[in-house]
């Protein structure tokens, strides 16, 4: 499977929605539900320019599967937020998010001169764990009752890497 990462245009709206609002996809995620096309097209419309931020689509041998990005991307504080989802059923646990990821974190490290990205995910989503763990993500702390989203409370964990550990984890 080739996968590459491109920037998030317009017509990625409908499979946002799409992928979002799928139970399966959103129990981790913390989004007002259900996304709607419309709130999403005005979230593109602000986004789309920001100088902070990278939204992406995961493309699997040429087919919208996913998207990640960095947020918060601070270049005072060499730093950014990592995230990732990989929508479509037929492209989870096949690398997809792996090989993704891999990419946006080089682009971080190399193109802009990140020194470190971080991400949250919840104590009990294991699989994405596991995932950054092998992109060389450290656990860094426990942040206890940490979102509210969907009338429950949760507990996340933030993760970080740097550069070198990321090499190193290639």
């Known amino acids: 499977m080739i996968v590459t990462v491109r920037p998030f245009r317009e017509s990625d709206i409908p499979d946002k929605v799409r992928w979002i609002n799928d139970p ?8 007002e539900l259900p996304l709607t096309v ?16 990278f ?9 919208s599967c996913g998207v990640i990005g960095l947020l918060r991307i601070d270049a005072e504080k060499s730093d ?3 995230y990732v989802t990989v929508g479509e059923a037929a492209y989870r646990r096949r690398g997809a998010a792996l090989a993704a990821s891999r990419l946006v974190l080089r682009y971080a490290f190399r193109e802009l001169g990140l020194s470190r990205v971080y991400l949250f995910t919840e104590t009990g989503n294991l699989p ?5 763990e092998k992109l060389g993500f450290v656990r860094e702390r426990l942040l206890a009752n940490d979102v509210f989203v969907n009338g429950r409370s949760a507990d996340r964990y933030q993760y970080g890497v740097t550069d ?3 090499r190193e984890s290639l």
């Open 128 to 132: 994405a764990q596991h995932l950054f």
């Open 164 to 166: 070198k550990a990321f």
């Open 24 to 31: 399966a996809n959103h129990r981790y995620l913390h989004y």
């Open 80 to 82: 950014a937020e990592f």
């Open 38 to 53: 419309e709130g999403t097209r005005q979230w593109y419309y602000r986004a789309k320019n920001a100088s902070d931020r």
């Open 55 to 63: 939204d992406g689509v995961i493309l699997a041998d040429g087919v």
